[in-house]
């Protein structure tokens, strides 16, 4: 199968698309044909080596956390999926032609649901669900700020912080004000503008997806005893204010992504697509990725 591969630390030079051996179906897991798979900002960070610390990687290591396609086999011992199905998955290895995964790492696919644009949905969607769900645990009331709340994360953790019925306050650059007033939320700040900063209500717990100087300028707004949720690693300084920090990181919930597909099938959950290009041009791909911008970037085969 083509496959784009990192061939070791660096710029996006180090990423080539080559022939890889096709990975073989095992019990209990399910072997899909890629339709798309997504950018996401921990590729970038692989390949620049920012992970050394954290990652045992091994080259020719192929990067890509979810994709969407066709199931194609399964193993012994499935039955929740079979050939022909439509899917998406938070996996590894994912810029590829094909790819294998347990069972509980897929979720079916809507009909109403484009297969190409579901690429873009189960790591971001699943890291602000669970950012939501397992680690910040709102009760309905609750004021929670969403820092990077216009990012892909961010949009997740909103949704899911609005479904448990928390009063949110989506934090933001200065220059997106406008644009975060469109998510419904109960305010708007502009992190990098203190004085916006200061009228920030009292916050029960602060939902962080972005980490440095956006987080550490909220964390005295953040009654004691308050909860600070983060993918990014403990903000410094949180827990010596007398705050409850948690740090995590997403993990596969085939169950819970089939609801959050159910829900970006009907528009409740929208996760913006800015770019899509071939395999072959990853390198570009994450260029661009990299850069940022309002929407996600897809490799489509």
């Not at 061939?7 to 019990?27: F, N, R, S």
Request: charged letters at 25%; one cysteine or more; aromatic letters at 4%.
């Amino acid at each position: 199968m083509k496959a784009v591969v990192l061939k070791g630390y660096g710029d996006v030079d180090v990423l080539a698309v080559q022939d890889m051996p096709e990975p073989k179906v095992g019990p209990g897991e399910v072997k899909v044909r890629v339709t798309a798979a997504s950018i996401n900002p921990v590729d970038w960070k692989i390949r620049r080596g920012d992970m050394k610390g954290r990652m045992d990687l091994k080259f020719p290591a192929i990067l890509g956390r979810d994709v969407s396609g066709e199931v194609v086999e399964v193993g012994t011992g499935v039955e929740a999926f079979e050939p022909g199905d439509r899917v998406m998955g938070l996996v590894n290895a994912g810029y590829a032609e094909t790819v294998v995964a347990p069972t509980e790492c897929w979720a079916k696919v809507p009909d109403t649901l484009d297969l190409q644009d579901a690429a873009a949905l189960p790591l971001v969607t699943l890291t602000g669900t669970q950012l939501i769900e397992e680690h910040v645990r709102p009760s309905h009331g609750d004021t929670v700020l969403v820092t990077g709340a216009l990012g892909a994360v961010g949009r997740s953790a909103v949704f899911a912080a609005r479904a448990r019925g928390a009063r949110i306050w989506a934090g933001v650059r200065k220059k997106q004000v406008e644009e975060a007033r469109k998510l419904g939320v109960e305010g708007v700040v502009a992190l990098d503008d203190p004085k916006d900063v200061a009228r920030l209500p009292t916050l029960d717990a602060v939902a962080d997806t972005v980490g440095g100087d956006a987080v550490a300028a909220v964390l005295d707004k953040v009654k004691h005893g308050g909860v600070v949720g983060s993918v990014l690693g403990e903000p410094k300084g949180a827990k010596e204010k007398g705050l409850v920090v948690r740090s995590f990181m997403a993990h596969p919930d085939g169950h819970r992504l089939s609801q959050i597909a159910e829900s970006a099938a009907k528009g409740d959950l929208v996760i913006p697509i800015s770019r899509t290009f071939k395999l072959d041009d990853a390198r570009e791909a994450q260029k661009v990725a990299e850069k940022g911008g309002v929407g996600k970037v897809l490799l489509v085969n």
